[in-house]
C-alpha cells in the first residue's frame, strides 16, 4: 500500500473519533513504524494526544480564527494569571482536555468547568449581543458547543468564576484592566444607577455575564476598597408590575437579612430606591477587589458532572453531593435549611443555578453565601399582570423535616419585616399579613410530626 492509500484509510479511521495506537494498527493491517511515518505525514490535521499508553490520535476540528487548541487560564485572589490547560476540539463531538484542574482525557463533551461558563440570563442574553461581530446565533438557546467555545475565546474576559478560554479572551483581560481611578465612588450610586439601569435595557449591561433572569448589571465600586457587586432594578413603580417588582427585590434583601440573623451564611447586600425604580446591590463572592478573581460553579452544574438527580430538589443532589463526599456535612445542612426557608416564604424558584460553589480544588467544594432567596411565587405574569394567588406551605419532605420548625420560625421573622417595612406597598403587606397570621394558626395547632432519627 503505497503512502497516499494509507494516509486516506488512516483519515477514514479516525472520521469516527479518537483511536489509540492499537485499534489503528489492528484497522490498517500495518505496524508501529508504518503508522508512526503516516501520523508524522499528516500532522497538519492530526492530533497526538496523550503520551505512552495514553497516546489517542485523532482529527483537530479548527473552529475559524480561534483554531483547534484553546487555552486555558486561571486569575487567582490577586489578579495573577496561570496556564492550566488545552482544550482540543476534536471532531465527532469529542474534546481532549490535558490540564492541571479536572481530569485529563478524550470527552464526549465540554470539560465541566468550561460548561459552567455558559453564558445565561438576562446578562448572557446580552452577551451574545455582543458576540455579533463573531457572527454567531442572537439567541443562546440556538447556541451549539462550537459557537460557545468561539464565544468564550474571542469575548468572554469578563465570565462568573475565574476561568478565561483562548488568547484572544486573555488578551482582552490583560488590556481591559482598569485603573483605580475609573472606577465610581459609592457616594455616586444615586446618579450612575438609574443610567446604568437604562443602559442595561437597551441591551448595553457593563460587566460580566453573570446568571438570573431579572435585569441586572455589575460594576465595580470604590468604597473606599474596590468592591464588585451586581445589582438587580426593578421597572418604573408607577406601574402595578414595577411596584410588585420592587417589593419583591426589596423581600430579597429581607431574607438575606433574616437568613444572616438566623446564622447563615449570606451574600452581602443593600437597598436603594432611586427615582423609580428599586435596587438591590449585592456584592460578588467571585472578584477581589481590583483583579482578583475566585472560581465558582452552580448545583446545576456540579450535579451534572458527579451524581445526575434528576434536578428537582436541592436537598436530594446535597445529599448525593454529600454522599460522593464533595460537599461537607455543614454546607449540606445549610442547603436542607435553606430549602425549607425557601418553602415557606413562597419561593417558588429554587432552581439549581440559586446555589453556587467555591472551586478551589475541583475535588471538594465549599458553599458559596446564599442568594436569590425571595417569594417568587408572587412574581408578576409574564404578561405583566399581577395575578391573585394564594400560597399555601407544602407538606415537607422527611429529609426536611428537623430543619422545619427552625426555618419556620426565621420565615415568621421575615414574613413580620415585610409588614413592617415602610417601603413595601400595600398590597404587598396584605399577602404578608396573610402568612404572619397563617403562620401564627399554625403555632397554635398542631405540630407536624417530627422525624426522630
Not at 225 to 232: A, G, Q, R, S, W
Not at 243 to 254: H, K, P, T, V
Not at 293 to 315: A, K, M, T
Amino acid at each position: 500500500m503505497n503512502a497516499t492509500s494509507q494516509d486516506q484509510q488512516l483519515r477514514t479511521a479516525l472520521l469516527s473519533g479518537a483511536k489509540t495506537p492499537k485499534a489503528l494498527r489492528q484497522t490498517l493491517q500495518i505496524s508501529q513504524p508504518t503508522l508512526s511515518r503516516a501520523i508524522n505525514r499528516n500532522r497538519a490535521t492530526i492530533s497526538s494526544l496523550g503520551a505512552g499508553r495514553s497516546t489517542l490520535y485523532a482529527i483537530a476540528l479548527p473552529l475559524g480564527a480561534i483554531g483547534s487548541e484553546l487555552p486555558v487560564y486561571q486569575v487567582d485572589d490577586e489578579g495573577s494569571v496561570r496556564k492550566v490547560g488545552t482544550l482540543h476540539i476534536l471532531i465527532n463531538g469529542e474534546y481532549y482536555w490535558n490540564g492541571s484542574i479536572g481530569h485529563s482525557g478524550l470527552l464526549r463533551h465540554l470539560p465541566w468547568f468550561i460548561e459552567n461558563l455558559r453564558p445565561e440570563g438576562f446578562l448572557g442574553r446580552a452577551f451574545a449581543q455582543h458576540c455579533n461581530h463573531i457572527m454567531l446565533p442572537p439567541r443562546l438557546s440556538d447556541w451549539s458547543n462550537d459557537h460557545l467555545l468561539q464565544a468564550l475565546a474571542q469575548t468572554g474576559s469578563d465570565l462568573s468564576g475565574n476561568l478565561i478560554v483562548g488568547k484572544g479572551a486573555m488578551n482582552q483581560f490583560l488590556v481591559g484592566e482598569k485603573g483605580e481611578g475609573d472606577i465610581p465612588h459609592a457616594t455616586q450610586r444615586e446618579t450612575l444607577y438609574p443610567i446604568l439601569a437604562e443602559r442595561a435595557l437597551a441591551g448595553d449591561p457593563p460587566g460580566s455575564s453573570a446568571g438570573g433572569e431579572q435585569p441586572k448589571f455589575c460594576i465595580q465600586l470604590r468604597t473606599p476598597d474596590i468592591t464588585n457587586v451586581l445589582v438587580k432594578f426593578s421597572p418604573p413603580t408607577d406601574s402595578m408590575e414595577g411596584q410588585r417588582w420592587a417589593d419583591l427585590i426589596l423581600c430579597e434583601y429581607l431574607a438575606l437579612q433574616t437568613m444572616n440573623e438566623a446564622g447563615h451564611s449570606v451574600a452581602t447586600a443593600r437597598y436603594f430606591m432611586f427615582g423609580c425604580r428599586s435596587f438591590l446591590e449585592v456584592e460578588r463572592f467571585d472578584r477581589i477587589e481590583l483583579f482578583g478573581r475566585r472560581g465558582i460553579c452552580s448545583l446545576g452544574i456540579l450535579d451534572s458532572e458527579f451524581i445526575g438527580s434528576e434536578l428537582d430538589c436541592w436537598h436530594r443532589a446535597a445529599r448525593l453531593l454529600h454522599d460522593d463526599k464533595k460537599i461537607n456535612t455543614k454546607d449540606m445542612q445549610s442547603i436542607f435549611w435553606q430549602e425549607a426557608f425557601g418553602l415557606l416564604i413562597a419561593n417558588s424558584d429554587q432552581h439549581f443555578g440559586n446555589i453556587s460553589f467555591f472551586t478551589n480544588s475541583l475535588l471538594r467544594f465549599d458553599r458559596c453565601p446564599a442568594y436569590d432567596m425571595l417569594p417568587m411565587f408572587y412574581r408578576p405574569a409574564p404578561s405583566g399582570e399581577i395575578v391573585e394567588r394564594h400560597y399555601q406551605a407544602p407538606t415537607p419532605p422527611p429529609e426536611l423535616m428537623p430543619y422545619w420548625d427552625d426555618a419556620k420560625r426565621w420565615a415568621q421573622v421575615f414574613w413580620q419585616k415585610v409588614v413592617n417595612h415602610r417601603e413595601i406597598s400595600d398590597a404587598f403587606k396584605a399577602i404578608a399579613t396573610f402568612h404572619v397570621e397563617q403562620g401564627a394558626e399554625d403555632t397554635k395547632g398542631k405540630r407536624r410530626p417530627q422525624l426522630i432519627s
